[in-house]
């Protein structure tokens, strides 16, 4: 659990390092990542300790509000950003309809 979570983190800090620098499409590969590792189904979640869903949701949060951002930022720019193949999915979906879905778990 704890590994996931520093994995996590430590792709949420390059992404904003490539944020900021204006790499947008690199930032957004990193915040995907970050993603995948603090990913935890309801069922998992329901099972963890309060501290430990306090940690996962400390991690998983900003780098919701990131990848938003990042989005935002990318189609702000004229940018095209790639459909996006979540894990668990067959099919590619579009970016913003992914947004929605992280800004509705924050």
Do not use: S
Not at 25 to 53: G, S, T, V
Not at 54 to 69: D, E, F, W
Request: proline content about 5%; charged content about 30%; hydrophobic content about 40%.
């Amino acid at each position: 659990f704890e590994e996931r979570l520093a994995t996590a983190a430590e792709h949420k800090d390059r992404g904003n390092e490539h944020f900021k620098a204006g790499e947008w499409q690199i930032a957004l590969r990193r915040y995907e990542r970050a993603l995948y590792h603090c990913a935890f189904d309801p069922m998992q979640m329901y099972d963890l300790m309060e501290k430990h869903k306090a940690a996962a949701y400390a991690v998983q949060t900003p780098v919701k509000l990131n990848y938003v951002a990042c989005v935002l930022q990318m189609r702000e720019a004229g940018l095209d950003v790639a459909p996006v193949q979540v894990e668990g999915e067959e099919e590619p979906r579009d970016p913003l309809d992914r947004c929605e879905e992280l800004i509705g778990e924050v």
